[in-house]
């Protein structure tokens, strides 16, 4: 938690069948600043992605995550964009401070610091939340709950 929050923070992801480890990374996002500014990648997007599962499509992901944003008191801070490529608008927004991503994702924000750099831009903040295990001490993943390993809780299935 920092002292003083930034006023826009960045946070991207697929969010298919919304789980703890989603909950936590968003929440943490709300901590850090006034505003929050979620890329929800496309249908398009998601299939480049080569999941090894079915992903839900866009609209039903979407009122997934308004449902829980609004449940949290959230949905007026956070700006829900489609995201059609890994970098949304955090390369050339002088308005973003900082980038909220997961352990698995945080080669993804140095990458998008060198990009905003080469082009004279400051680098973001980038704060790193560390994944959300399951009672297996493995990190719990919507591939693990498509495969009915776990469930959103990370609760073992079976």
């Known amino acids: 938690m920092v002292d003083k929050r930034l006023r826009l923070v960045s946070v991207g992801g697929t969010f ?3 789980h703890k480890g989603h909950w936590f990374l ?3 996002a709300f901590k850090v600043a ?5 890329g929800l990648t496309t249908d398009e997007f998601a299939r480049e992605l080569h ?9 039903k992901r ?3 995550l308004k449902r829980f944003l609004a449940e949290r008191g959230l949905l007026h801070r956070a700006e829900i964009i489609p ?3 890994p970098y949304g608008p955090t390369i050339d927004s002088s308005e973003i401070e900082g980038i909220v991503v997961s352990e698995e994702t945080e080669p993804r924000a140095e990458e998008i610091n060198r990009l905003r750099v080469a082009k004279g831009r400051r680098p973001l903040l ?4 560390k ?7 493995r990190p719990i993943s919507s591939t693990r709950i498509r495969r009915q390993e776990v469930d959103r809780y990370g609760r073992l299935i079976g």
């Open 51 to 59: 999941k090894p599962h079915h992903i839900d499509c866009y609209e």
């Open 26 to 28: 968003l929440e943490e």
């Open 131 to 137: 994944m959300v295990l399951a009672e297996d001490g």
């Open 16 to 18: 298919d069948a919304l």
């Open 126 to 129: 980038i704060f790193c939340i």
């Open 34 to 38: 006034d505003r929050v500014i979620i």
């Open 62 to 64: 979407l009122a997934d």
């Open 83 to 85: 995201l059609a490529d």
